[in-house]
Nanobody
Framework: QVQLVESGGGFVQPGGSLRLSCAAS????????MGWYRQAPGKQRELVAS???????NVAASVQGRFTISRDNAEKSVYLQINSLQPEDTAVYYC??????????????WGQGTQVTVSS
C-alpha cells in the first residue's frame, strides 16, 4: 500500500515556474514507476511525465522542454518542475505510483491532487 500526498500547486502568472512535490508513505517506493498526470476542467486526465524505478523518464511531447520529472528514493518523493507556465497548464495535477508484479498484478495508487492555476 502506498499513500501519496501532493503539494506545491498554486496561482501563477504566465511565464512563471512551480515545483510540485509528491510525498509517498508505505513500503517499496523505489520499486514503483511514478507519474504525474493532470486533468483540466472538462478534459480527460492525461499523463504529463513519468519516471521508472531505474530513473528513466518520459515526458509528454506537449510539455517537453518545460516539464522535468525527478525522484528521490531516499526521501520517497517525486517532483515535477514546471517552467514557462501557460494558461493551458491550468489543471489539477495528480501523482501516481504504479507497479506490476511478475504475475501480472498491477498496483496503482493516486494522490488527492494539487491545483495549478495560470492566469494574469
Amino acid at each position: 500500500q502506498v499513500q501519496l500526498v501532493e503539494s506545491g500547486g498554486g496561482f501563477v502568472q504566465p511565464g512563471g515556474s512551480l515545483r510540485l512535490s509528491c510525498a509517498a508513505s508505505g513500503s517499496a517506493f523505489s520499486t514503483y514507476t511514478m507519474g504525474w498526470y493532470r486533468q483540466a476542467p472538462g478534459k480527460q486526465r492525461e499523463l504529463v511525465a513519468s519516471i521508472t524505478n531505474s530513473g528513466s523518464t518520459n515526458v509528454a511531447a506537449s510539455v517537453q522542454g518545460r516539464f522535468t520529472i525527478s525522484r528521490d528514493n531516499a526521501e520517497k518523493s517525486v517532483y515535477l518542475q514546471i517552467n514557462s507556465l501557460q494558461p493551458e497548464d491550468t489543471a489539477v495535477y495528480y501523482c501516481n505510483a504504479k507497479r506490476r508484479l511478475v504475475d501480472g498484478t498491477l498496483y496503482s495508487y493516486w494522490g488527492q491532487g494539487t491545483q495549478v492555476t495560470v492566469s494574469s
